[in-house]
């Protein structure tokens, strides 16, 4: 089974970066479909961004539109991890941040339910 640990929340001012880690252990995180999301309070999990394998062996993104522009997802296969860089902060974008995989394709950013391996969250607080 797939274990996914965050890590890299913290505090930063408006218009500041983040780059959020995400360790798989468990099994080989290059097969899965990886994303991020989040929750703030009061509020519903959103999608942010996730990255899956085509059958050739070459990756592909999402991002939703909030996200684009301003977050990067990328993988480092050799150290089975994922990460989202995180640029350009607003305070609108303070919420646990949660790591999160699926043997198969996403379906879209809305779908998260179906995603079968979540990490513990981790904070990230966006305010001067």
């Known amino acids: 089974q797939l274990r996914l640990v965050e890590s890299g929340g913290g505090l930063v001012q408006p218009g500041g970066s983040l780059r959020l880690s995400c360790a798989a252990s468990?099994?080989?995180?290059?097969?899965?479909?990886v994303g991020w999301f989040r929750q703030a309070p009061g509020k519903e999990r959103e999608g942010i961004s996730y990255?899956?394998?085509?059958?050739?062996?070459?990756?592909?993104?999402e991002y939703v539109d909030s996200a684009k522009g301003r977050f990067t997802i990328g993988r480092d296969n050799a150290k089975n991890m994922a990460y989202l860089q995180m640029n350009n902060l607003w305070p609108e974008d303070t919420a646990i941040y949660y790591c999160?995989?699926?043997?198969?394709?996403?379906?879209?950013?809305?779908?998260?339910?179906?995603?079968?391996?979540w990490g513990q969250g981790t904070q990230g607080t966006v305010s001067s």
């Open positions: 999160a995989a699926d043997y198969s394709p996403f379906c879209g950013l809305t779908n998260w339910r179906t995603i079968s391996s």
């Open positions: 468990g099994d080989t995180l290059d097969q899965w479909t």
């Open positions: 990255s899956g394998r085509r059958d050739g062996g070459t990756f592909y993104t």
